[in-house]
Structures are given as C-alpha cells and as structure tokens.
Nanobody
Framework: QLQASGGGLVQVGASLRLSCAAS????????VGWFRQAPGKEREFVAG????????LKADSVKGRFAISRDNAETTAFLQMNSLKPDDTAVYYC???????????????????WGQGTQVTVSS
C-alpha cells in the first residue's frame, strides 16, 4: 500500500517535497515511479528510481528542477520539486513494483501498486 503526501498550493518558483510512504516488506525490492495527471491530460511519467536507488530517470520537462530519492529503511520515496511552474500543476501519484536491481521503468503499465495521489497547484 502506498500513501502519497506533501502536495499543496504554491506560487511560481516555490518548492515542494512529495513523500510516498509504503507499507509492507517488499519496498526495498521495488522500483518507484512518480507520475502526474493534469486536468484534461493523460497521466505522464515524472521520475523513477530503482530499488536500490542507484538508477534514476526523469522526464525532460523536470530535469534540473526535480529530484527523486528514497529511504528504504523508512520505506519512503521522495520527489523534491524546485522552481515550480504552472505547468507542473497536476495530481501526483507514486507507484511501485518489484523489479530486478538497477531497473526502473517509465511506463505506468510496469507498476502494479499505486498511491491515491496528491494535488499540486502552482499559481502564477
């Protein structure tokens, strides 16, 4: 079970840190992905991290602004979002799935466990 939190209403240029808390013993064997869905748009990949944290992927639109990390001891993953823009406004979801070490997927079809989403609104 995944629980995403940390969203909110912020102004352009602000920062937010999203958390994805997991329950269960398999978290350290799971890659974690962050996805987002803006109104009227399809859900899109934002960032992902391999089970051991050694491999990360990010969408081009967030490179240089967002960072993904994880703490397996705390079974939590994070998405640090800096220099937020209005285009970042969306519901953000975390997802996880058991994978081989060093692998992380961009496709949402690769993830079987999903959190409920947290709203991020960036106001200009």
């Amino acid at each position: 079970q995944l629980q995403a939190s940390g969203g909110g209403l912020v102004q352009v240029g602000a920062s937010l840190r999203l958390s994805c808390a997991a329950s269960g013993r398999i978290f350290s064997s799971c890659a974690v992905g962050w996805f987002r869905q803006a109104p009227g748009k399809e859900r899109e990949f934002v960032a992902g991290i391999s089970s051991g944290g050694t491999v990360t992927l990010k969408a081009d639109s967030v490179k240089g602004r967002f960072a993904i990390s994880r703490d397996n001891a705390e079974t939590t993953a994070f998405l640090q979002m800096n220099s937020l823009k209005p285009d970042d406004t969306a519901v953000y979801y975390c997802a996880a799935d058991e994978t081989v070490s060093g692998y992380v997927a961009r496709s949402e079809k690769a993830y079987h466990y999903w959190g409920q989403g947290t709203q991020v609104t960036v106001s200009s």
